[in-house]
Nanobody, 123 residues
C-alpha cells in the first residue's frame, strides 16, 4: 500500500487543519487506516483509526472531541479533521494501513506507513 499524507502546515493555537491520507495500489475499502503522531525523541502516539467497511472509529482518549477521522472510499482517502489546535499538538502526523482492519491503537499492527506531514501550532 502506498500512502501519501497532505494538509499539514503552520497554524495558530485555536485553529484547525484537515489532514488527508490517500492510498493507492490496493482495494482501499478493505483496509483500516490509523493516524499517529510523533515528536522528536518520542515514540509514535496513536491519534485515531477508522475500520474498513462500516467505518467504525477509535480515538485516543485525549483527542476525543477535538479530532475527527473519516473516510471516502471513492477517493481512497481518509481525513483527520483537527480543531482547537494547541501547541502540544505540534508533531509529524503519519497515516498507516492495516490489511486486517483491526482499527488498532498499536503502531506495530500496521503494515504500511506514509512519509508523514508536519503540523506546527504556534502559541
Amino acid at each position: 500500500v502506498q500512502l501519501v499524507e497532505s494538509g499539514g502546515g503552520l497554524v495558530q493555537a485555536g485553529g484547525s487543519l484537515r489532514l488527508s491520507c490517500t492510498a493507492s495500489g490496493v482495494t482501499f475499502e478493505d483496509y483500516s487506516i490509523g493516524w499517529f503522531r510523533q515528536t522528536p525523541g518520542m515514540s509514535r502516539e496513536f491519534v485515531a483509526a477508522i475500520k474498513s467497511r462500516g467505518g467504525a472509529t477509535n480515538y485516543a482518549d485525549s483527542m476525543k472531541g477535538q479530532f475527527t477521522i473519516s473516510r471516502d472510499n471513492a477517493k481512497n482517502t481518509v481525513y483527520l479533521q483537527m480543531n482547537t489546535l494547541k501547541p502540544e499538538d505540534t508533531a509529524v502526523y503519519f497515516c498507516a494501513a492495516d490489511g486486517l482492519s483491526r482499527g488498532s491503537v498499536w503502531s506495530y499492527e500496521y503494515d504500511d506507513w506514509g512519509q508523514g506531514t508536519q503540523v506546527t501550532v504556534s502559541s
